[in-house]
């Protein structure tokens, strides 16, 4: 089973703050995605990358930054955290190929910056 | 990416076949119809995806008419345990350098 795991399921973090979300897959899958999810808007691509190393701007990828050092694990940075940055952050991860349709997401972690 | 249209919200009741319609007008020659379901509070889900024709699987049927400019999810003899949000998005990802957009979804309600 692939599982694509979250470091926390909610976090609180104050404005102005360094907040740091990780994720981890175990599948060897080649690309790993960062969204945001908030009421009435779906989900929003925020940066998704396809190689260790490799990323691409989403279409909301302002005020974030990504960090991809190993294929397993894809980090998020929110440089000064603010309050419009609340919001439902959802990882996944799929493979490249035919594969590429197919992504497995984590659980979510809800982030409410104060 | 090709831009899709589906209903916001559909209602249903328990036992009946539900259908959810999806436009895209401007599908491109190699993209792909992939369709999600999102639970509350969990990510979504990978459901079926087709290129053209008829798909299904032990979950769902795609139908993609010949021009490409819609496609239906249709899901049999749904239980409460459907009710979630539905996603149609269109798009051709295999290089791995693309990325598939998800819309708002269709939000599907099954009555008992």
């Known amino acids: 089973d692939v599982k694509v795991t979250q470091s926390s399921r909610y976090l609180v973090k104050r404005t102005g703050e360094k907040v740091f979300l990780e994720c981890v897959q175990d599948?060897?899958?080649?690309?790993m995605f960062w969204y945001r999810q908030d009421p009435g808007l779906g989900l929003r691509l925020i940066y998704f990358s396809y190689d260790v190393k490799m990323k691409e701007k989403g279409d909301i990828p302002e005020g974030y930054s990504v960090s991809r050092e190993k294929k397993e694990r894809f980090s998020l940075i929110l440089e000064s955290a603010s309050t419009n940055q609340t919001s439902m952050y959802l990882c996944?991860?799929?493979?490249?190929?035919?594969?590429?349709?197919?992504?497995?997401f984590g659980p979510g972690t809800r982030l409410t910056v104060t | 990416l090709a831009k899709t249209t589906q209903p916001i919200s559909m209602d249903s009741y328990e036992g009946q076949e539900v259908n959810i319609t999806c436009s895209h007008n401007n599908i491109a020659t190699n993209d792909y119809i992939t369709w999600y379901q999102q639970f509350p509070s969990q990510g979504p889900r990978f459901i079926i995806q087709?290129?053209?024709t008829k798909v299904t699987n032990e979950v769902a049927s795609l139908f993609i008419p010949a021009d490409r400019k819609s496609s239906t999810l249709s899901l049999p003899r749904v239980s409460l345990s459907d009710t979630a949000v539905y996603y149609c998005?269109?798009?051709?990802?295999?290089?791995?350098?693309?990325?598939?957009?998800f819309g708002s979804g269709t939000r599907l309600q099954v009555q008992p």
């Open positions: 599948m060897d899958h080649e690309n």
């Open positions: 996944a991860s799929s493979r490249t190929g035919a594969g590429a349709y197919e992504q497995y």
């Open positions: 087709g290129y053209k």
């Open positions: 998005l269109v798009g051709e990802v295999r290089t791995g350098r693309r990325a598939l957009t």
